[in-house]
C-alpha cells in the first residue's frame, strides 16, 4: 500500500516563507510525476506545480518566480519552497503522486493528507 505524507505549513505572514514535504513510501519501483495542489476556501482545487521524473517543472500562473518545486527520487519526496507568500496563497496543499509502479499496482495515483498553509497581511 503506498501512502503519502505531507508535513510543514503553518502560518506565516505576507513575505514570508515555507516549505512543504510529502514522502511516499511503500514498495515503490517508480513515480511518473509528483505535484502540489491547493484548495482554497470556497473554491476548486487548483495546481500549483508538477514535477515529472525527468526534472522538468510546470507552474501556475500565480506562483511562478516565488515557488519552487523539485523532488529526492532515492526518497520518493518531492517538496515546494515557498517565498514571498501572498495571503491569496492560504489554503489547503496537497501533495499527489502520479503514475506510481509498485509490485501489485502500475499507474496509480494517490494523494497526501493536505496541510493547512495560512498567510496573515
Known amino acids: 500500500q503506498v501512502q503519502l505524507v505531507q508535513s510543514g505549513g503553518g502560518l506565516v505572514q505576507a513575505g514570508g516563507s515555507l516549505r512543504l514535504s510529502c514522502a511516499a513510501s511503500g514498495r515503490i519501483f517508480s513515480i511518473n510525476a509528483m505535484a502540489w495542489y491547493r484548495q482554497a476556501p470556497g473554491k476548486q482545487r487548483e495546481l500549483v506545480a508538477q514535477?515529472?521524473?525527468?526534472?522538468?517543472?510546470n507552474y501556475a500562473d500565480s506562483v511562478k518566480g516565488r515557488f519552487t518545486i523539485s523532488r529526492d527520487n532515492a526518497k520518493n519526496t518531492v517538496y515546494l519552497q515557498m517565498n514571498s507568500l501572498k495571503p491569496e496563497d492560504t489554503g489547503v496543499y496537497y501533495c499527489?503522486?502520479?503514475?506510481?509502479?509498485?509490485?501489485?499496482?502500475?499507474?496509480?495515483?494517490?494523494w497526501g493528507q493536505g496541510t493547512q498553509v495560512t498567510v496573515s497581511s
Open positions: 514535477i515529472i521524473s525527468g526534472a522538468s517543472t
Open positions: 499527489e503522486a502520479l503514475g506510481v509502479h509498485t509490485i501489485s499496482t502500475m499507474g496509480s495515483n494517490y
